[in-house]
Every structure is written in structure tokens, then in C-alpha cells.
T-cell receptor
Framework: GNSVTQMEGPVTLSEEAFLTINCTYTATGYPSLFWYVQYPGEGLQLLLKATKADDKGSNKGFEATYRKETTSFHLEKGSVQVSDSAVYFCALSHYSSASKIIFGSGTRLSIRP | EAQVTQNPRYLITVTGKKLTVTCSQNMNHEYMSWYRQDPGLGLRQIYYSMNVEVTDKGDVPEGYKVSRKEKRNFPLILESPSPNQTSLYFC????????????????FGPGTRLTVT
């Protein structure tokens, strides 16, 4: 079946550090891939998405590239800020199960000033 | 403003007392879902609906009921809540239509934190 695996947290970084959160997926064909972010006390917001191989999603300085050959969708940011502290979820949707999104377990990110 | 709303946001109740969490979306989306979020488990789908009067079980449906009598509303019903249903619940909606993006991107409500004692 379809699944998403993302790196365990928590991840703690200093402000302005480089961020990578790894995400790999298992699915047939070409799923759509997403990163959602959950700030403290809030719901999930879509951070970025990619719908086909080699697509790069980007938003708020975050980027992720859809890599079909490695079935990966790693999240990166060149210089993190304290305000980026949140839980990040990698997710996929697939036409075979279009009614739902399959989430990874989430990675908690904390940024020190 | 396009949005998914849920009520209540916070609820503390006792074992066995029936409760309903409401969910409404204003985007004319066909698909709606309920998820629960638990530490270390991410989000798991409880029930989903592909259109009015069409509902089906997700990954963790035990102890829950849903109904979809109108396209915009998708209430979650706990007939006899138990402490293991203490969780953070999210409603979400999406559309398969190309005009809506066609990526099945889900829009989430703000969440309902339920505590069952």
C-alpha cells in the first residue's frame, strides 16, 4: 500500500542554520506530494506541494523536490528562523485513494534564538 | 474566505455521554474526511465521504459515526465516548476536480481537542 516515512524528531537547530527533513514514500505511479506545517495550537496548513517528478515546491523559503528515482521529497530551508518552530508532516495523495491523504508521523522542529 | 470550520474547538466530557463535533466547508468540495492526531502516530483517517450520502470507513473507524446529508457538512458522532478517544480531531475537505487543482490537496479545519474522562 501507499505509505510515507519521515525522519524522527525532535530536531533542534540554531537560528540561521540549514534545515533538512527527510521524507520518502511508497506508492505506485505518480502520487501528489505535500508538506504540511502545524504551528503550536493550530491546525494543519499546506506549506508546499509537487504533483509530478522533478517538480519543486516552494513557499516561505522552504523547498522540496519530487524525486521519482529515490522516491523522496525532502524539505529544505537555507536559514531557519525561530518562527519556523512547528511540526512538519510529509504526505501524499494518490488517485487510487483520492479521498484521503497519507501522512508521515511528523517531525517537531525547534529553533533556538 | 475559503475555509473549513469545526465546533467546538475544545471539549471535555465523560465516558458514555454522546457528543457531536460539527464540520462545515464553504468550497463546494466533494470529499470530506475526519482524522485524529495522536503523538507519534501522525494523522489517521477515521471516516471519509466522497459526496452526499456516500460515506466509508477510514483506518480507525471504531467508536465513531458520521453522516453527510448536505454537501457542506460532515459531523462526527461519538455515541459512547471512551478515554481512548481522547485526541485532537481534524476535519478536512478536498476536490478531485481539475478546476480545483486536481491534486486532492486537503484543506483542514482548526482542530477539536477532545478529552474523555
Amino acid at each position: 500500500g501507499n505509505s510515507v516515512t519521515q525522519m524522527e524528531g525532535p530536531v533542534t537547530l540554531s537560528e540561521e542554520a540549514f534545515l533538512t527533513i527527510n521524507c520518502t514514500y511508497t506508492a505506485t505511479g505518480y502520487p501528489s506530494l505535500f508538506w504540511y506545517v502545524q504551528y503550536p495550537g493550530e491546525g494543519l496548513q499546506l506549506l508546499l506541494k509537487a504533483t509530478k517528478a522533478d517538480d519543486k515546491g516552494s513557499n516561505k523559503g522552504f523547498e522540496a523536490t519530487y524525486r521519482k528515482e529515490t522516491t523522496s521529497f525532502h524539505l529544505e530551508k537555507g536559514s531557519v528562523q525561530v518562527s519556523d518552530s512547528a511540526v512538519y508532516f510529509c504526505a501524499l495523495s494518490h488517485y487510487s485513494s483520492a479521498s484521503k491523504i497519507i501522512f508521515g508521523s511528523g517531525t517537531r522542529l525547534s529553533i533556538r534564538p | 474566505e475559503a475555509q473549513v470550520t469545526q465546533n467546538p474547538r475544545y471539549l471535555i466530557t465523560v465516558t458514555g455521554k454522546k457528543l457531536t463535533v460539527t464540520c462545515s466547508q464553504n468550497m463546494n468540495h466533494e470529499y470530506m474526511s475526519w482524522y485524529r492526531q495522536d503523538p507519534g502516530l501522525g494523522l489517521r483517517q477515521i471516516y471519509y465521504s466522497m459526496n452526499v450520502e456516500v460515506t466509508d470507513k477510514g483506518d480507525v473507524p471504531e467508536g465513531y459515526k458520521v453522516s453527510r446529508k448536505e454537501k457542506r457538512n460532515f459531523p462526527l458522532i461519538l455515541e459512547s465516548p471512551s478515554p481512548n478517544q481522547t485526541s485532537l480531531y481534524f476535519c478536512a475537505s478536498s476536490s478531485p476536480r481539475v478546476s480545483a487543482g486536481g491534486t486532492y490537496e486537503q484543506y483542514f479545519g482548526p482542530g477539536t481537542r477532545l478529552t474523555v474522562t
